[in-house]
């Protein structure tokens, strides 16, 4: 995640466009490759190869549809306007799901060491942070970038 608006008063991060991009063209991509495919093949139209097609349709929109949903991404929101940790992400219907978490509730913010895994297999540092709400941990950013866990610390005061 990265920051995209920091004053005085609020600080805004958002979900990169990387992060959005790649998972979301892996829910659109791999079904509208396998339905490109079945499509080309099934030359005749069979009653079977009708109902794999319109099977594989469903799949695809289904992949296009949670695609979208990624490239929406996440947002967290700190405010000292209102004294608030706002959380946003995307829920099912492709509305978002706000989550109002006031200062006063969180006891303190938890950067805890956690690896992340790439792609291949390697990793690289990462850093979890969560806010401890009095007995409940909420996740907030699970991030390779220290600073941007230590800002949101820094920001909330805890």
């Known amino acids: 995640m990265k920051i995209k608006e920091e004053d005085s008063q609020h600080l805004v991060i ?3 466009f990387g992060e959005r991009f790649v998972v979301g063209v892996f829910y659109i991509g791999i079904p ?14 069979t009653k079977e190869t009708i109902s794999l097609i319109f099977l594989v349709i469903v799949v695809t929109l289904i992949g296009i549809y949670f695609g979208v949903r990624r490239f929406l991404g996440k947002r ?8 608030s940790v706002i959380l946003e992400a995307p829920s099912l219907l492709l509305v978002r799901q706000k989550r109002i978490i006031p200062f006063a509730e ?15 297999g390697s990793s690289r540092p990462g850093y979890q942070v969560s806010l401890d709400t009095g007995g409940q941990m909420v ?6 970038n220290e600073d941007l866990a230590y ?4 920001f909330i005061g805890k």
């Open 14 to 16: 958002v979900s990169t």
């Open 32 to 45: 509208s490759s396998v339905l490109a495919a079945l499509v080309s093949v099934g030359n005749i139209p």
């Open 76 to 83: 967290i929101v700190l405010e000292k306007t209102t004294n």
């Open 106 to 120: 969180v006891n303190s913010v938890e950067i805890t060491y956690k690896p992340m895994v790439t792609g291949d």
């Open 139 to 144: 996740k907030i950013d699970h991030t390779t």
């Open 151 to 154: 800002k949101i610390k820094m």
